[in-house]
């Protein structure tokens, strides 16, 4: 149960993440007032200062961009009116946290700020090894240190007018005593299921039940608005056709980069380590090399039994059971005074005394591989695509603005744009929302929105360019539009007497739940064919509607007799026979009694949250939030 909370509780810190970093809540440098401008509508304010549409839209649009920088994240999970809403109301959360903070002064110093910094670990990634921020990947983030700072600064500061509500809650012992037992607490129950299911052969719908049960439900037989398109995308494959590297530019890439397509030479080595530290006596290290010399002499003597002579011997003690065997490996791998010496052996050959800090070494070649130059052909297709990516980036721009203009100024057909990139036109029959599964172009809501625009169905004109990917462009064409409407009974005939069927299944075992529980409360001796123990923790397979009534019911009037209505799932009726003691958790109470006091801690941090909002008057305005059912 709190690993469950736990896990979400994570999710959520996980949503927060991508809400607040690199840009934390968005809105940069110039901070919480810089696109306050009574040129955008607004909808929702904090302590009088507006969030406008803009605002909204611009935080929404960089939550997608760093949701699609990382790897096998799917953006269009965070392009809905939902999580859009969920953008606004976090935006709402950071600026009366923002507020709170300003009022209370509670933003760090400069060595305080330095400190949080290098101690923190969310912000390993970005630290340099002496402390520093890494510039370079603040860069690719379009951010500077100073904007880094100023932000790191402002977010420390909201952080700490929760953190004193969180990190002060108590949880007395007796009070999380008593909400774990309730919560892991365990029951005895007897049950008997009623499935619609062994009952749909004894019903059979009417024309008037079908056409009654259509008539009383027709918002479930309501068919979306819908429309066909044409559509064309632009992309660097479709730019890329017929785009031919000539082999001369690919052999003059291929010469100028040597390096790249030579294979890194490579040694197999074993060793035999005299270990003796660089700072040790004299006369201790002349005692290592004089061990070290007779190895030598011996491994010079017997060459092939030098892996038996490491395993006896050698002081390595990673290497020494394989016979001193240290693997393939390149230069850089091993300290200098070894790799000169062993990328001066030949195959077979062994060295004198090598000297590192470690100690003293005696190395023996076994393998040599690399160094040679990977041939044209086997490289050619390497070089061809990059060649060919490298003059899709530059041409990209123009043909991107001549794509967006054709689409703009001819905007009665596609044709234009087919002929002049040489693109396939496509079609397909779209809703507001994309469809489940749907990819590319069609998984855009930004191009469904354009398609669904009042200048696209009325007028029957080409959408605008809109870029649904990465180096993507796609304009679309209204072919047809046919707005939501009711089916008519006759086209979903079927779906209905199906429903009608599962309804009457479903009354009928309700009927007879229904009457064993009169019998059973009239003859308690009775039994029930299921007997399970259940709790919250482990449920059993116990629906939750039924478990909740078990547990519910009073422990001091048991056995206890229940019916539990699941609709078109049936009935279920539940003898609840003794309550039984929770079980004891693997190590004690200690961490459960921690996380309560942790779920204690955020419950009244929301709960002081929701009085900051009060104090503030941050209130998302009632238009916004239309809008956003109004997509749902």
């Given at each position: ?394 041409r990209w721009p123009e043909a991107a603005e001549q794509f967006t203009n054709m689409a703009y100024e001819q905007p009665d ?220």
């Amino acid at each position: 149960m709190f690993d469950f909370v736990r896990n979400h509780s994570k999710l959520t810190l996980a949503f927060l993440l991508l809400l607040i970093i690199p840009s934390f809540v968005f809105f940069g440098i110039e901070g919480y007032s810089r696109f306050t401008s009574g040129a955008h509508e607004t909808v929702a304010k904090v302590g009088g200062q507006a969030i406008t549409r803009a605002e909204w839209d611009q935080a929404q649009q960089r939550l997608l961009e760093r949701v699609r920088r990382q790897p096998g994240a799917d953006a269009a999970q965070f392009d809905t009116p939902a999580a859009r809403m969920q953008t606004l109301e976090a935006m709402l959360r950071d600026r009366t946290l923002l507020a709170a903070a300003q009022d209370e002064h509670l933003a760090p110093s400069d060595a305080r700020l330095q400190r949080l910094f290098t101690t923190d670990p969310q912000f390993a990634g970005l630290r340099n090894a002496d402390g520093s921020v890494n510039k370079d990947l603040l860069a690719l983030q379009g951010m500077s240190s100073e904007m880094f700072a100023a932000q790191l600064r402002q977010d420390y500061a909201m952080r700490q007018v929760l953190g004193g509500v969180e990190n002060s809650t108590l949880a007395p012992a007796t009070d999380s005593t008593r909400a774990l037992d309730a919560l892991l607490q365990r029951r005895e129950i007897q049950l008997q299921r009623f499935e619609p299911a062994a009952y749909r052969a004894k019903v059979a719908p009417s024309d008037a039940d079908i056409e009654a049960y259509y008539k009383s439900h027709e918002t479930q037989f309501r068919a979306p608005e819908q429309a066909q398109i044409d559509y064309v995308v632009l992309d660097f494959d479709a730019l890329g056709k017929g785009l031919a590297v000539s082999e001369a530019d690919a052999r003059a890439f291929y010469d100028a980069n040597a390096a790249r397509f030579t294979l890194p030479e490579e040694r197999h080595a074993s060793h035999i380590l005299v270990k003796v530290d660089k700072d040790a006596p004299a006369t201790e290290r002349a005692k290592a090399k004089a061990k070290a010399e007779s190895l030598l002499e011996q491994a010079r003597r017997n060459p092939a039994d030098f892996a038996e002579l490491a395993k006896k011997n050698s002081d390595d003690a990673g290497s020494a059971a394989n016979g001193g065997d240290l693997g393939w490996f390149g230069r850089g791998s091993m300290v200098k005074p070894f790799e000169d010496a062993v990328f001066g052996l030949k195959p077979g050959e062994l060295s004198g005394l090598v000297q590192s800090d470690f100690g003293y070494h005696i190395i023996k070649l076994t393998g040599v591989r690399g160094g040679e130059r990977q041939p044209f052909e086997q490289a050619r297709g390497e070089i061809e695509a990059q060649l060919r990516k490298a003059q899709l980036a530059k041409r990209w721009p123009e043909a991107a603005e001549q794509f967006t203009n054709m689409a703009y100024e001819q905007p009665d057909s596609l044709q234009p744009l087919v002929d002049k990139f040489k693109l396939a036109k496509r079609s397909a029959t779209v809703t507001r929302q994309p469809a489940p599964g749907a990819s590319g172009a069609l998984a855009s809501n930004k191009l469904l929105d354009a398609v669904f625009s009042a200048d696209a169905l009325r007028n029957k004109r080409n959408t605008d360019a809109i870029e649904v990917g990465p180096n993507q462009l796609a304009t679309a064409h209204v072919v047809n539009y046919q707005p939501a409407r009711t089916l008519a009974l006759a086209e979903v005939r079927d779906r209905v007497r199906d429903s009608v069927v599962v309804a009457q299944a479903a009354a009928l075992a309700r009927k007879d739940g229904e009457a064993r529980v009169a019998a059973l409360r009239a003859a308690p001796a009775e039994t029930l064919p299921d007997t399970k123990v259940v709790s919250r923790v482990q449920p059993a397979g116990v629906p939750g509607r039924v478990l909740e009534a078990v547990l519910r019911a009073d422990a001091g009037k048991l056995p206890a007799v229940l019916g539990v209505d699941l609709g078109d799932a049936g009935y279920v009726v539940v003898r609840v026979q003794a309550v039984l003691p929770r079980e004891a958790v693997p190590g004690g109470d200690e961490m459960l009694r921690r996380q309560y006091a942790q779920l204690w801690g955020a419950a009244e941090s929301e709960a002081y949250l929701a009085a900051l909002k009060k104090r503030y008057k941050a209130e998302i305005l009632p238009a916004a939030r239309a809008a956003s059912a109004a997509a749902n």
